[in-house]
């Protein structure tokens, strides 16, 4: 061998020497071989301390900690190499085209292989769940697929969760489906009720069993279902009901009119997604089951979650999304205190100012609207209960509007078919329970989170701010300090911190509307404020099966009531930034000022006695004998002069601001009038007005 083949042996042998020493450093680097002697030796403890292995575990970072592993993922990943980036992309296209051809169940096998390859990224998981629960349920033609797809696109997220246990936002999304889904999207009446049959076992909503042997309904068992489950029978029934909303839009009814068509329905969505195993009602494993909910956790042990049974009849899709934001709330940063450890309004914090390990910081949306995500839930669920009448321990009669012929529960007669009263939902104050929970839970939101702060803490904040007296403290918010520059100057520390709180106090509250969303829930949870709520429902009913002085009768005695809550109420009937309170109730007025044009006769006269008096400015000593016609519009703007309930302007004896202002303002009047198309002109003058045989 010479010398140079002697060389090339000496480097190949340093070279392989080398690897293997980098093979065995990074072997110990990575925690797969012990240090020697940690635990005993001080260096080589702290040398364990700093491997990759340690240090993931300490954090929580390995993937046994990140989520539930998947076998056949990881395989697959691993066999792919560094080519799972070009397969990924070939799957998202693929998957893309796919949908645009409404295949849509090759589309869930390419939206499940791009999860399993890329199951720690959460972008493809909420997009793609957003796409199944809102894209493609759209395309579905029945009711029952739409409501399959959204159920796949919830279950898929949940299932990214379960494999991402650290990230807020894939939980906040999850509630945020059921809050919108299941609240506001068309057809919400249908999916609830869909919503409610997964949360019933079958052994107990199974068609076959409430048919008696000739066929008909068994009316005992059919009743024992009602009273089981009254949220769910009363939107069956189809009562008339219409959301005020801006488009003035009525909520779409089901008019299930006899209990066979009750029982067709249970037969036609038998198989709706459920959360039970079997038909004794024994619970599905968590991730087969639908509703699909978080697990058990500590901060919220009053939450519905995967493993108890939930048989509340009032347990809807709004209290599943509360169960996920407060789930979600739990992996954010604390929010901080101050020197007398007292919540602090704050900004979001940023990275180096919490436990990056810990917490996590959502994407969107802001923290502090983040955070409010279960108060928010909760006033959600009350005005749903509100909206569909559900009160009191009254609760309701399912034949109480209307007649034999219609009636679901009636005996023969000798003069033929009579009403049965059954009344189901009964012993429990449905609307006032939720909007206590709600109201307490708003209070401790703001509470905990710098947004509800006593006078004293105000003015401490104000003092130290050096804000003079009578001065708005709507400060602008002030440069940032350094460390150095606050131990330098303690008071002037002191200052910038109570500037800055005060500033995000007020930030944070206009931002979130809190200060009306409290006021809101206080004011709903009265008992008075529910008696009057009550009654304008009650009237509102009658108004719609045609019963129009009873209809008269009860919106007049409602609107006192509601006139009475008003005033006992400032921040509820005239927030700072918010007039929905008093366009429903210029809305609740016009309703019954419709009625009064119509159907009173005091009003008929009152307008006749205006229109004759403009006759008789041209005609002197003919306007009592011309028969004149009164036009609705005339009768409408009599009613609401002289008729008014909430005319005139408030008492001066108020001190909040309100004294001498009318009740409802003009502007609201005239939003409220042009979005429900009512154009209320003017009585003729006597310059305009028509002599007899005119047109």
């Not at 029952?144 to 990230?167: P, Q, V």
């Not at 008339?240 to 969505?269: I, M």
């Amino acid at each position: 061998m010479n010398p140079l083949q002697k060389a090339a042996v000496r480097r190949k042998l340093w070279y392989l020497g080398v690897i293997l020493g980098l093979f065995t450093v990074s072997m110990y680097w990575r925690g797969t071989l012990d240090i020697p002697l940690a635990g005993k030796v001080g260096f080589a403890t702290a040398l364990a301390e700093r491997t990759i292995k340690y240090q993931a575990t300490r954090h929580e970072l390995r993937e046994l900690e990140q989520g539930d592993p998947e076998i056949l993922g990881t395989v697959a990943r691993l066999l792919l190499t560094g080519s799972r980036g070009f397969a990924m992309t070939a799957l998202w296209y693929n998957a893309i085209d796919q949908q645009k051809r409404n295949d849509f169940h090759k589309f869930e096998q390419s939206v499940k292989a791009v999860t399993t390859l890329q199951p720690h990224f959460i972008t493809p998981w909420i997009f793609q769940s957003w796409n199944i629960a809102y894209n493609v349920s759209v395309e579905m033609q029945s009711m029952g697929d739409m409501y399959f797809y959204i159920a796949r696109g919830i279950e898929l997220l949940s299932e990214g969760e379960r494999r991402n246990k650290k990230s807020p936002d894939m939980r906040y999304q999850i509630g945020f489906y059921y809050q919108n889904k299941f609240g506001v999207a068309d057809q919400v009446q249908t999916l609830r009720c869909l919503y409610d049959l997964s949360n019933i076992p079958t052994g107990e909503r199974n068609p076959a069993d409430f048919l008696d042997k000739d066929g008909g309904v068994d009316l005992k068992r059919f009743q024992t279902f009602c009273e089981k489950n009254p949220l769910l029978v009363r939107r069956l029934r189809g009562e008339e009901r219409r959301d005020r909303d801006r488009k003035d839009k009525s909520f779409e009814t089901l008019r299930a009119r006899t209990p066979a068509d009750v029982v067709d329905f249970l037969r036609t969505n038998y198989k709706v997604p459920s959360r039970f195993r079997n038909a004794g009602g024994e619970l599905a494993d968590p991730e087969r089951q639908f509703p699909a909910l978080p697990p058990k956790f500590d901060e919220g042990r009053d939450e519905a979650s995967a493993g108890e049974l939930t048989r509340d009849p009032a347990f809807t899709g709004f209290m599943a999304a509360r169960a996920w934001f407060a789930y979600a709330n739990t992996l954010v940063p604390p929010n901080p205190k101050d020197a007398n450890d007292n919540p602090l309004p704050a900004s979001t914090p940023r990275p180096g100012e919490f436990d990056q390990f810990k917490y996590r910081v959502p994407r969107l949306p802001m923290l502090i609207i983040f955070r409010q995500g279960p108060p928010r839930a909760q006033s959600y669920q009350a005005e749903m209960l509100t909206k569909d009448g559900w009160f009191d321990k009254d609760g309701w009669d399912v034949d109480g509007r209307v007649d034999e012929s219609s009636a679901w529960f009636a005996e023969p007669s000798p003069g033929g078919p009579r009403k049965r009263t059954v009344v189901i939902g009964t012993g429990r104050d449905w609307s006032r329970e939720a909007w206590e929970q709600a109201a307490q839970m708003w209070r401790t939101h703001g509470e905990n989170y710098g947004q509800l702060l006593d006078a004293a803490r105000l003015a401490r904040y104000r003092e130290d701010a050096r804000i003079p007296l009578g001065a708005s403290d709507f400060v602008p918010l002030p440069p940032e300090i350094t460390p150095d520059q606050a131990a330098a100057d303690p008071a002037f520390a002191r200052r910038h911190a109570a500037t800055t709180a005060l500033f995000f106090y007020h930030q944070n509250r206009t931002v979130t509307n809190f200060p009306y969303y409290l006021a809101n829930a206080q004011a709903e949870a009265r008992a008075d404020t529910v008696r009057a709520r009550k009654t304008l429902f009650e009237a509102d009913q009658s108004r719609r099966a045609g019963n129009r002085l009873e209809a008269i009768r009860l919106y007049k005695d409602g609107l006192e009531q509601w006139k009475s809550v008003l005033l006992a109420n400032p921040a509820y009937h005239r927030p700072e930034r918010f007039d929905r309170v008093e366009e429903e109730t210029f809305e609740f007025e016009l309703d019954y000022l419709r009625l009064l044009a119509q159907d009173d006769r005091r009003v008929q006269d009152k307008a006749l006695e205006v229109l004759r008096e403009g006759v008789s400015a041209v005609l002197p000593f003919q306007g009592a004998r011309v028969a004149i016609p009164v036009s609705y519009d005339l009768k409408l703007r009599v009613a609401d002069e002289f008729f008014s309930v909430f005319g005139g302007t408030m008492p001066t004896t108020l001190t909040d601001g309100r004294g001498g202002t009318p009740w409802i303002r003009p502007d609201i009047r005239n939003t409220v009038l042009g979005r429900q198309g009512v154009v209320v002109t003017p009585p003729s003058g006597p310059g305009t007005t028509p002599t007899p045989g005119q047109p």
